[in-house]
């Protein structure tokens, strides 16, 4: 089972850690204390938080080029029959995958799970607002 740090969470939700904190003493998650005391977040607690929340707007007149690597939380699998769906959100996207359910199973990925998706394409797509 995969435990976050408070400034993970804060930055793979997009808010400050003080805003995590505050979550937690609400209630809004279960937290652990590690030996020297500090928070811990469980991963399916902050997947959920991750699909209950929109995604953050993306900043407007921003010029942007994705990479190809995403760094976040697994918020979905579905397996069925051969095939299965992974959902990682990554800050402002949700990426989704589909592979087999023979590879899910040997990731061992799970809502919660750290994961990185990386993306390989044979067209880019570069946006640029107008007027620029």
């Known amino acids: ?21 505050r979550w937690a003493d609400e209630g809004r ?11 811990l977040i469980e991963g399916r607690d902050v997947a959920r938080l991750l699909t209950e929340r929109p995604p953050a707007p993306e900043p407007v007149g921003m010029t942007q080029s994705a990479r190809n690597r995403f760094t976040g939380v ?8 051969l095939t299965a769906i992974v959902e990682i959100r990554a800050g402002t996207h949700r990426i989704v995958s589909l592979m087999t ?32």
Do not use: W
């Not at 998650?29 to 928070?39: C, E, K, M, Q, V």
């Not at 697994?74 to 029959?81: H, L, S």
């Open 1 to 21: 089972m995969s435990e976050y740090r408070p400034g993970q969470v804060a930055e793979l939700v997009g808010v400050s850690v003080d805003t995590v904190r």
């Open 101 to 132: 359910c023979e590879g899910a199973d040997e990731l061992g990925v799970e809502p919660g799970d750290l994961a990185v998706a990386a993306v390989k394409a044979t067209n880019v797509i570069i946006e640029i607002p107008p007027g620029l």
């Open 74 to 81: 697994v918020t979905r699998v579905e397996r069925d029959g």
């Open 29 to 39: 998650f279960r937290t652990t204390r590690t030996a020297g005391g500090h928070r």
